[in-house]
Structures are given as structure tokens and as C-alpha cells.
T-cell receptor, first 116, second 116 residues
Framework: AQTVTQSQPEMSVQEAETVTLSCTYDTSENNYYLFWYKQPPSRQMILVIRQEAYKQQNATENRFSVNFQKAAKSFSLKISDSQLGDTAMYFCAFMKRGGGSEKLVFGKGTKLTVNP | GAGVSQSPSNKVTEKGKDVELRCDPISGHTALYWYRQRLGQGLEFLIYFQGNSAPDKSGLPSDRFSAERTGESVSTLTIQRTQQEDSAVYLC??????????????FGPGTRLTVL
């Protein structure tokens, strides 16, 4: 079974600064996807960024980028130029490719607060 | 609709009662997922539908939990004889599921269930 670990329950950052959220995972699979989801107080889960395990290049979406280290099974999220609207819970998630059920396996989350 | 919708938004019930939670996926999305989020925790997978069939029910915690989907659209999650430990936010997600394993899951706002 796959597991996802987020070791930072809470983090804070000043507006306009950069912050990195950590995520490690455990799997014996070779073909999978990794995700970061954001959950603001509204409860709506919003996809931030996605990484295919077979791609060596790190995914980037505007101010959000990842550092994917496949051998180390590490998948950190970097948020640049932090904004107040980035305040939310951030969840790292794993999806095994194929096998019929593409369910997501989530970490416990990191609560990020962006301070003005 | 524009996104995944869920109803009710909040549900308070007494221990021992049955509850039904509804999910309306994005039109055309064949895959539908139910997850449970306990307070301060990440999401736990409950069940996956592909069309109207449920090939993966591995996350249902007990036989008090069941779900169905009709018309490849609306899904209902039923919890019988609710217990206090069932208190959680129940989230639904849908995806296109084209078979490539890359489809993003889009989440609804969830139903917060409180069992007194």
C-alpha cells in the first residue's frame, strides 16, 4: 500500500516571500502521479500542480513549482511570491497509474498561513 | 453544471439514524469518487465508480456504508445507523477517466456530517 507523509503540520510565510512544503511517499510502483491540492476554508479542494513520475522535468504552474526526487521519493512544493490568498491547507497526494481505480492517497496536510 | 455539487452542505443527525449524501458530478465525467475527511486529517478514499458500477469499494469502513450511482450521473452515499465516529466531511470528486491515468479529479465542496 502507498503512504504519503507531510512532516510539517503548520507553516507560515510573509507575503511576497518563498515557502517550501515537504512531502515524501512510499510505494513499490514505478508508474504513478503526484499532486498538490489546496483546500481553503471554503473546503473546496483545488488542484495546484501535478507531476508524472516518468517525467524528469519538474512541473511548474506560475508561482508554484515542485522538486521531484524520484529516487528519494520526495515531492516538495515551492510557492514563490506568496500571496494572502495562498493561505490554506495543502495536501500532497499519490495516484497509482492503471489498475482500474485511480484513487488518490493523501497526506495529512500542511496548514499554510501567509502573513501581511 | 459548472462543477461538482454536493448536498446537503451540512447535516446534523442523531446517533442511530440513517443519512443520505448526494453528489452531482460534472456532466460527462464517467468516474466518480467518494472520500472522507475527518477533522484535521487528509482525505480517505471510500469508493470509486466507473459509470454505474463500483469496481473499487475497498475504502468503505463498514457494511453500514453503501453507495450507488444512477444514469452515470448522480451518486448517493448512504450511512446506516450512524455513529459518532462517522462525523466528518464527505467529499465527492469526478473525472473524465479517459483511461490514460492522467485525468484530474475535480472536487465538490463536501457535506459536513455531524452525528450527535
Amino acid at each position: 500500500a502507498q503512504t504519503v507523509t507531510q512532516s510539517q503540520p503548520e507553516m507560515s510565510v510573509q507575503e511576497a516571500e518563498t515557502v517550501t512544503l515537504s512531502c515524501t511517499y512510499d510505494t513499490s510502483e514505478n508508474n504513478y502521479y503526484l499532486f498538490w491540492y489546496k483546500q481553503p476554508p471554503s473546503r473546496q479542494m483545488i488542484l495546484v500542480i501535478r507531476q508524472e513520475a516518468y517525467k524528469q522535468q519538474n512541473a511548474t504552474e506560475n508561482r508554484f513549482s515542485v522538486n521531484f526526487q524520484k529516487a528519494a521519493k520526495s515531492f516538495s512544493l515551492k510557492i514563490s511570491d506568496s500571496q494572502l490568498g495562498d493561505t490554506a491547507m495543502y495536501f500532497c497526494a499519490f495516484m497509482k497509474r492503471g489498475g482500474g481505480s485511480e484513487k488518490l492517497v493523501f497526506g495529512k496536510g500542511t496548514k499554510l498561513t501567509v502573513n501581511p | 453544471g459548472a462543477g461538482v455539487s454536493q448536498s446537503p452542505s451540512n447535516k446534523v443527525t442523531e446517533k442511530g439514524k440513517d443519512v443520505e449524501l448526494r453528489c452531482d458530478p460534472i456532466s460527462g465525467h464517467t468516474a466518480l469518487y467518494w472520500y472522507r475527511q475527518r477533522l484535521g486529517q487528509g482525505l480517505e478514499f471510500l469508493i470509486y465508480f466507473q459509470g454505474n458500477s463500483a469496481p473499487d469499494k475497498s475504502g468503505l469502513p463498514s457494511d453500514r456504508f453503501s453507495a450507488e450511482r444512477t444514469g452515470e450521473s448522480v451518486s448517493t452515499l448512504t450511512i446506516q445507523r450512524t455513529q459518532q465516529e462517522d462525523s466528518a466531511v464527505y467529499l465527492c470528486a469526478s473525472s473524465l477517466a479517459t483511461g490514460g491515468g492522467t485525468d484530474t479529479q475535480y472536487f465538490g465542496p463536501g457535506t459536513r456530517l455531524t452525528v450527535l
